[in-house]
């Protein structure tokens, strides 16, 4: 029974690019989490997705950020044109039920030159 | 708007010490609580859970940890750490909005 599973785990982009970071719920889950962690901080809350629809993006930045959740496939969130205080750690997070346990993936760790 | 404030960010024990982590969460409504622990190196995972009913909640590895409503706090414990309790430790709320809101973290290391 496989986890929650992130890739890739280490990303690397230059100031500018497109950062893309893929997020597969553990099977049987529908709500996907994404949350990001900066150095020496706990983890804070971006968007929270159910299959096709965002149900809260309140965490997420209002520009170059997105995140979606196709009906096949993974959770995707997308980082276009990105700065250096991008650089964290990204979790995501899957349960079966909105206020039920989430489970995490190892994260991708994202470095911007 | 909840939040969780953890009070200690490193705390440095010798095995088979006492352990006693302290959390605050905000949210005035029901509320559900987690512990979660981070081994380096790997993914979070969860320690032990409350939802309702007994406020002593017990979890995996020994851990436990007790909802008590009118301080808003939900502090873990554990009578005897091990070195391989040495992680980090997050302290998260759920309300129904779906989302977690974390503590900052506290970071343990338990001496050999």
């Known amino acids: 029974n496989a986890g929650v599973m992130q890739n890739p785990r280490h990303l690397v982009r230059r100031r500018g690019q497109e950062a893309r970071l893929r997020c597969s719920p553990m099977?049987?889950?529908?709500?996907v989490y994404w949350y990001r962690q900066l150095p020496e901080e706990g983890l804070k809350f971006m968007v929270y997705?159910?299959?096709?629809?965002?149900?809260?993006e309140s965490g997420m930045p209002k520009e170059r950020f997105s995140a979606e959740f196709p009906k096949e496939g993974p959770s995707i969130l997308r980082i276009q044109q990105v700065v250096r205080g991008d650089s964290a750690a990204y979790f995501c997070?899957?349960?079966?039920?909105?206020?039920?346990?989430?489970?995490f993936g190892d994260g991708t760790r994202l470095s911007i030159l | 708007a909840q939040s969780v404030s953890q009070h200690n960010h490193h705390v440095i024990l010798s095995e088979a010490a006492s352990l006693e982590l302290g959390c605050n969460y905000s949210?005035?409504?029901?509320?559900?609580l987690f512990w979660y622990v981070q081994y380096p190196g790997q993914h979070l995972q969860l320690l032990l859970k409350?939802?309702?009913?007994?406020?002593l909640v017990k979890g995996i590895k020994g851990f436990e940890a007790e909802f008590i409503k009118s301080k808003f706090s939900f502090n873990l414990r554990k009578p005897s750490v091990q070195w391989s309790d040495t992680a980090e430790y997050f302290c998260?709320?759920?309300?129904?909005?779906?989302?977690?809101?974390f503590g900052d973290g506290t970071t343990l290391t338990v001496k050999p």
């Open positions: 997070a899957s349960s079966d039920g909105r206020n039920q346990p989430q489970h």
């Open positions: 099977k049987g889950h529908s709500h």
């Open positions: 997705l159910q299959k096709e629809n965002i149900i809260d």
């Open positions: 949210y005035g409504g029901t509320v559900n």
């Open positions: 409350y939802f309702s009913g007994d406020p």
């Open positions: 998260a709320s759920l309300a129904n909005a779906g989302k977690s809101t």
